[in-house]
């Protein structure tokens, strides 16, 4: 599924979403809707629009804190790697390794409890050093605990604000309500007043759409959150951007 929304374009599905809907708005029924209906329909879309727009708000906050948290661990990994060149070349070899892949644990995102164990044995390792250069692996260790930081709100950012599941199916109700009454509305046989019920549905579900790729960072927004720290480790540590 991800993979899916990562390589599938919104104007792919604008398109695609375009041509269902003025199918269905041509071809389903019509119906006048009395006075109440309309007020019922005026209230729906305005708890839809109101529901919905601080949700996309609060993902487009995650994706920037994403962001920001990702480069300032990348800064701190950087300098991590360049106390390795204080490290005898056996014991910089076993460090280095360890740090390779910590780094690849991190950038694949969503597997934290691989990460988590990938980080667990890295610091082991640090801690149980009993070589001549352990002032050099304290650095390193200190570097990591404070790093910490960095970590804990990634992971938070990663885990705990994404779309709840009793929003999805909030905002499920009232996005459905509002498509069907905008597709049964009578357009008194207008050939143009579909076309716009087809735009109107397409946008609404668009906004869906962004919010499903920006919860799961598949929003073309996310696409170069990892960068940084995609960039420090193919350049061997050499640079962050």
């Not at 779309?163 to 999805?168: A, D, G, P, S």
Request: proline residues 2%; contains cysteine.
């Amino acid at each position: 599924m991800l993979t899916f929304l990562r390589k599938v374009r919104l104007t792919y599905i604008l398109i695609f979403l375009l041509v269902v809907y003025a199918l269905i708005a041509y071809l389903i029924p019509s119906y006048e809707l009395s006075k109440p209906l309309l007020t019922l329909f005026s209230a729906n879309s305005f708890l839809y629009g109101f529901y919905i727009s601080p949700i996309v708000k609060d993902q487009n906050a995650r994706i920037i804190s994403l962001q920001r948290q990702i480069q300032a661990e990348s800064i701190a990994l950087y300098t991590t790697a360049l106390k390795l060149l204080e490290l005898p070349s056996a014991a910089r070899k076993k460090v280095r390794s360890h740090l390779d892949g910590y780094v690849h644990a991190v950038l694949n995102y969503n597997n934290l409890e691989m990460e988590e164990k990938v980080y667990e044995e890295f610091l082991s390792y640090l801690i149980k050093y009993k070589g001549k250069d352990k002032d050099a692996v304290n650095d390193i260790i200190k570097d990591l605990i404070t790093n910490q930081k960095n970590r804990a709100e990634r992971h938070m950012l990663l885990k705990s604000n994404k779309v709840y599941k009793n929003e999805w199916i909030v905002m499920g109700l009232l996005f459905s309500t509002t498509i069907l009454f905008i597709l049964i509305i009578d357009t008194q046989q207008s050939l143009i007043f579909p076309l716009v019920k087809a735009l109107i549905c397409s946008g609404l579900t668009m906004l869906i759409v962004i919010l499903v790729k920006m919860s799961t960072l598949t929003h073309k927004r996310a696409h170069n959150i990892w960068d940084p720290l995609d960039k420090l480790y193919k350049s061997n540590y050499h640079r962050i951007d």
